[in-house]
């Protein structure tokens, strides 16, 4: 019976109409307004993160690296590839030389970090070849005076698929004299999807590093992927150095981006911070709704107390209405943020185009009192240079579950102080008041 009336009472709260009813309706709406962001920003930042992750792994530092000296020969390199390919978790194992070059078109020069890599990287590492998609030409490396140049460089120096270029680098070893001018040709125009990585990198034939770098500039390796990443990496890494004769060092990709990864882990922490403290806001205003109620219904209560309600069935009516307010809030709330959140690329390019009219609006009012005022420039929501070309769509049920269970204790907690004052209120001080 005590449980039927406490939950009576706690329905009369949600259900009633206008009076105290629309306290708890604006305190779902609140938090569910909260948490739409707070949803958002989680999932995109966590999308954000495994995409760029996922592409540095596969396509720039590999999962392990070994560092080797400059002037190991290409032989060498080829026998130690095929000793760590033979060790038990490792995937595939890619002899790379690396540089600097200036590379020069009939449009211009660009300087540029070329990666030597054997001209079947594609067949011998699939990672690698499912991060990059050619926009022109092919990724055929076979020929010594082939090079493959990103989007970003071919726009910056106007060049295509089946363009002559000229790689321009420094071939002596004091450094001095002239530098070596080897004519390329343009293979094919690719893409990653992070502009980092787009920049300013261009590959070319293992075979052509001996012939146009100088031992002191290049940076010789093998890059290593294993069949889990991200699990531990200690026993591969200290098998590869044993196949190697264990004399060299094995770097893992967390240390290799670990500045890089603090820095993005430390973004999503200030920012699921600013957008939690926003729920907390909400998840108190429950408190201040349940409050209200309280003090327009005192005249109610001292009548149940004085006709025999318990405090503690006072207290838990209090105390139910506002958790069914904040998991009517945190329902909504997070069922938005996940609408949001899977469509976020189609949200941000309707916002964009929606300031753009606005802009292009203002551009055409001014322009008509002022033909000689020069057009306002276009809105950009979400800068692609600096992020990858389009957000990934990454759903963590951990994290939503975490910000769920969070919400809904911070409302109960937020019940409970006008919950206990209900279960405190005298029946006679609040009739003889009225």
Same mark, same amino acid.
């Given at each position: 019976?005590?449980?039927?009336?406490?939950?009576?009472?706690?329905?009369?709260?949600?259900?009633?109409?206008?009076?105290?009813?629309?306290?708890?309706?604006?305190?779902?709406?609140?938090?569910?307004?909260?948490?739409?962001?707070?949803?958002?920003?989680?999932?995109? @930042?966590?999308? $954000?993160?495994?995409?760029?992750?996922?592409?540095?792994?596969?396509?720039?530092?590999?999962?392990?690296?070994?560092?080797?000296?400059?002037?190991?020969?290409?032989?060498?390199?080829?026998?130690?590839?095929?000793?760590?390919?033979?060790?038990?978790?490792?995937?595939?194992?890619?002899?790379?030389?690396?540089?600097?070059?200036?590379?020069?078109?009939?449009?211009?020069?660009?300087?540029?970090?070329?990666?030597?890599?054997?001209?079947?990287?594609?067949?011998?590492?699939?990672?690698?070849?499912?991060?990059?998609?050619?926009?022109?030409?092919?990724?055929?490396?076979?020929?010594?005076?082939?090079?493959?140049?990103?989007?970003?460089?071919?726009?910056?120096?106007?060049?295509?698929?089946?363009?002559?270029?000229?790689?321009?680098?420094?071939?002596?070893?004091? $450094?001095?004299?002239?530098?070596?001018?080897?004519?390329?040709?343009?293979?094919?125009?690719?893409?990653?999807?992070?502009?980092?990585?787009?920049?300013?990198?261009?590959?070319?034939?293992?075979?052509?590093?001996?012939?146009?770098?100088? @031992?002191?500039?290049?940076?010789?390796?093998?890059?290593?992927?294993?069949?889990?990443?991200?699990?531990?990496?200690?026993?591969?890494?200290?098998?590869?150095?044993?196949?190697?004769?264990?004399?060299?060092?094995?770097?893992?990709?967390?240390?290799?981006?670990?500045?890089?990864?603090?820095?993005?882990?430390?973004?999503?922490?200030?920012?699921?911070?600013?957008?939690?403290?926003?729920?907390?806001?909400?998840?108190?205003?429950?408190?201040?709704?349940?409050?209200?109620? %309280?003090?327009?219904?005192?005249?109610?209560?001292?009548?149940?107390?004085?006709?025999?309600?318990?405090?503690?069935?006072?207290?838990?009516?209090? %105390?139910?209405?506002?958790?069914?307010?904040?998991?009517?809030?945190?329902?909504?709330?997070?069922?938005?943020?996940?609408?949001?959140?899977?469509?976020?690329?189609?949200?941000?390019?309707?916002?964009?185009?929606?300031?753009?009219?606005?802009?292009?609006?203002?551009?055409?009012?001014?322009?008509?009192?002022?033909?000689?005022?020069?057009? %306002?420039?276009?809105?950009?929501?979400?800068?692609?240079?600096?992020?990858?070309?389009?957000?990934?769509?990454?759903?963590?049920?951990?994290?939503?579950?975490?910000?769920?269970?969070?919400?809904?204790?911070?409302?109960?907690?937020?019940?409970?102080?006008?919950?206990?004052?209900?279960?405190?209120?005298?029946?006679?001080?609040?009739?003889?008041?009225?």
């Amino acid at each position: 019976m005590r449980a039927r009336f406490v939950f009576f009472l706690s329905r009369r709260m949600l259900r009633g109409k206008g009076g105290t009813a629309r306290y708890l309706r604006g305190a779902v709406l609140g938090i569910a307004v909260s948490l739409v962001p707070l949803i958002v920003v989680m999932e995109v @930042s966590t999308g $954000m993160i495994e995409g760029i992750t996922a592409r540095l792994l596969e396509v720039g530092t590999y999962h392990l690296q070994l560092a080797l000296p400059p002037d190991t020969t290409v032989e060498r390199l080829d026998q130690l590839a095929e000793a760590i390919g033979a060790v038990s978790g490792v995937v595939a194992a890619v002899p790379e030389r690396q540089g600097t070059a200036l590379l020069v078109s009939s449009q211009g020069a660009a300087g540029v970090s070329v990666r030597f890599v054997p001209s079947d990287v594609f067949a011998r590492d699939g990672g690698f070849r499912s991060f990059i998609t050619m926009r022109d030409g092919n990724d055929d490396l076979t020929q010594t005076d082939s090079i493959l140049a990103s989007s970003a460089t071919a726009a910056s120096l106007g060049i295509k698929a089946g363009d002559r270029v000229t790689l321009l680098t420094t071939y002596g070893e004091d $450094m001095s004299g002239l530098p070596r001018l080897t004519s390329l040709t343009v293979r094919g125009i690719y893409e990653t999807g992070y502009q980092e990585l787009d920049a300013t990198l261009v590959y070319a034939p293992l075979a052509l590093a001996d012939r146009v770098l100088s @031992s002191r500039t290049v940076r010789t390796m093998i890059g290593i992927k294993v069949a889990d990443p991200f699990g531990d990496l200690s026993t591969v890494s200290q098998a590869v150095a044993d196949a190697t004769g264990g004399s060299v060092r094995v770097a893992t990709w967390r240390e290799i981006e670990f500045a890089r990864l603090g820095s993005f882990a430390t973004t999503k922490a200030l920012l699921l911070l600013i957008m939690a403290l926003v729920v907390v806001v909400a998840s108190v205003n429950v408190s201040s709704s349940v409050l209200m109620i %309280l003090f327009e219904r005192r005249f109610d209560l001292g009548i149940l107390k004085s006709v025999g309600a318990s405090p503690r069935s006072l207290a838990l009516s209090f %105390l139910y209405a506002g958790f069914a307010t904040g998991l009517l809030g945190t329902v909504l709330g997070i069922a938005a943020g996940l609408l949001v959140a899977v469509n976020i690329n189609e949200v941000m390019a309707g916002l964009e185009w929606i300031v753009n009219q606005g802009i292009a609006l203002a551009s055409l009012v001014r322009t008509s009192f002022n033909p000689t005022a020069e057009p %306002l420039g276009s809105f950009t929501l979400f800068n692609s240079a600096y992020y990858l070309k389009q957000i990934p769509i990454r759903i963590n049920p951990g994290e939503v579950i975490a910000a769920a269970v969070a919400t809904l204790a911070l409302s109960a907690v937020a019940s409970y102080i006008p919950a206990a004052r209900a279960a405190r209120t005298r029946p006679l001080e609040v009739l003889r008041k009225v």
